[in-house]
């Protein structure tokens, strides 16, 4: 094969695997929304900066394989592997990844659970402590007020005899 053909299979190859990625990417996307719900200003925010940024690849891609050239090839080409992504991989992907990412993070926030359950306790402890301290507190203030009182209305008696 001449090298001009390899040249263009090349690009039009490169093409393809930049369909793909950009469905992968925005797979990886679908994922973290399923994990987290958004709202639709935060999912349109997303959806521009990602098609931003794979604005930027593709035409870094068109620039360094074509110096900077749109070939409707290499736009059919993102178009196949887009296709192609979709077609093997479907929905299993983002249903997979976000169910294991789930069950991970479940499982992680258990065993935080169950770590940090004895300092919850300790806590639990501290606060009844302190809020019976606090009572037992208040109830001396009282008294010692009281006692200072009757002592102050003694001197005053007694100063006033005099």
Same mark, same amino acid.
């Given at each position: 094969?001449?090298?001009?053909?390899?040249?263009?299979?090349?690009?039009?190859?490169?093409?393809?695997?930049?369909?793909?990625?950009?469905?992968?990417?925005?797979? =990886?996307?679908?994922?973290?929304?399923?994990?987290?719900?958004?709202?639709?200003?935060?999912?349109?925010?997303?959806?521009?900066?990602?098609?931003?940024?794979?604005?930027?690849?593709?035409?870094?891609?068109?620039?360094?394989?074509?110096?900077?050239?749109?070939? =409707?090839?290499? &736009?059919?080409?993102?178009?196949?592997?887009?296709?192609?992504?979709?077609?093997?991989?479907?929905?299993?992907?983002?249903?997979?990844?976000?169910?294991?990412?789930?069950?991970?993070?479940?499982?992680?926030?258990?065993?935080?659970?169950? &770590?940090?359950?004895? &300092?919850?306790?300790?806590?639990?402890?501290?606060?009844?402590?302190?809020?019976?301290?606090?009572?037992?507190?208040?109830?001396?203030?009282?008294?010692?007020?009281?006692?200072?009182?009757?002592?102050?209305?003694?001197?005053?008696?007694?100063?006033?005899?005099?």
């Amino acid at each position: 094969m001449s090298q001009e053909i390899v040249r263009e299979l090349t690009f039009f190859t490169h093409s393809v695997l930049m369909g793909v990625a950009i469905t992968f990417v925005y797979d =990886w996307l679908r994922v973290l929304r399923r994990l987290y719900k958004h709202g639709k200003v935060l999912t349109s925010i997303e959806d521009l900066f990602f098609w931003f940024a794979c604005g930027i690849g593709v035409f870094y891609m068109l620039y360094r394989e074509n110096e900077g050239t749109l070939r =409707w090839f290499a &736009v059919l080409g993102a178009a196949i592997g887009m296709f192609f992504y979709k077609i093997v991989v479907r929905d299993a992907f983002v249903n997979i990844m976000s169910t294991c990412i789930h069950k991970i993070m479940w499982f992680v926030f258990r065993v935080i659970q169950i &770590v940090l359950k004895p &300092v919850k306790c300790l806590i639990y402890a501290g606060k009844t402590f302190v809020l019976f301290a606090g009572r037992k507190l208040k109830k001396c203030i009282i008294f010692i007020k009281k006692r200072l009182t009757v002592f102050i209305k003694t001197i005053r008696m007694v100063l006033c005899k005099r």
